[in-house]
């Protein structure tokens, strides 16, 4: 068990510019989730996945934002045309099926300058 | 949607002292977990605790699912444990919900 692993670790970009992140979940795991977290803030649910199929979206999730998981392993959140208001630590968490526990990676700190 | 209240916000202590976290929902839950977050943004498992009461050391937790509020325990505090610590539920859908925090601070 090698821990919910996330990269890149930061990312600096400018406003307008397009990003991605991975996760890569803990193996064995079919459950995977993104969250954000603005600063003083819980971090707040975006997407779930149950193997690749991609289950649930909250509002947050504008159209400027896509999450994948092609092969039920490893995800991708891409963010399109950043704004400032994306700066955030997103939050990658896995689970396995019948299992509650979410368990976390070390998260993506973006800044959009 | 359910709500997660945190009390208190803020907590300064010294080392050695014992401090008791509050979380508060405001409907049934089916999965409630402590997590403790370090200076670097690693959200760390403390307990999955929908009721009952679990021990890990130095840290205990409780969850009174009628009464829709747990209590996380920490004793002899360290400087180690300064960070902060998140309650967060799940009702029926697979997505946690975070309460705001309580950042606690333990001074040498």
């Known amino acids: 068990d090698t821990g919910v692993s996330q990269n890149p670790r930061h990312k600096i970009t400018k406003r307008g510019q397009n990003v991605t992140f991975r996760c890569d979940p803990i193996?064995?795991?079919?459950?995977l989730y993104w969250y954000r977290q603005t600063l003083g803030q819980g971090p707040e649910f975006l997407t779930y996945?149950?193997?690749?199929?991609?289950?649930?979206k909250s509002r947050l999730l504008s159209d400027r934002f896509s999450a994948e998981r092609p092969k039920g392993s490893f995800s991708t959140l891409e963010i399109q045309r950043t704004e400032q208001g994306d700066s955030a630590m997103y939050l990658c968490?896995?689970?396995?099926?019948?299992?509650?526990?979410?368990?976390f990676g070390p998260g993506t700190r973006l800044l959009v300058l | 949607g359910i709500q997660v209240e945190q009390s208190p916000p803020d907590l300064i202590l010294q080392e050695g002292a014992n401090s008791t976290l509050r979380c508060n929902f405001s409907?049934?839950?089916?999965?409630l977990q402590w997590f403790h977050q370090n200076p670097w943004g690693q959200l760390i498992n403390l307990f999955y605790?929908?009721?009952g009461t679990k021990q890990n050391g130095r840290l205990s937790a409780t969850t009174v699912a009628t009464e829709r509020y747990s209590l996380l325990y920490i004793s002899s505090s360290q400087t180690t444990d300064s960070g902060v610590y998140f309650c967060?539920?799940?009702?029926?859908?697979?997505?946690?919900?975070f309460g705001q925090g309580t950042r606690l601070t333990i001074n040498p």
């Open positions: 968490a896995s689970s396995a099926q019948g299992g509650e526990t979410q368990y």
């Open positions: 967060a539920v799940t009702q029926g859908a697979q997505k946690l919900v």
């Open positions: 996945f149950q193997n690749e199929a991609q289950l649930e």
């Open positions: 605790i929908p009721s």
């Open positions: 193996s064995e795991h079919n459950r």
């Open positions: 409907d049934s839950v089916n999965n």
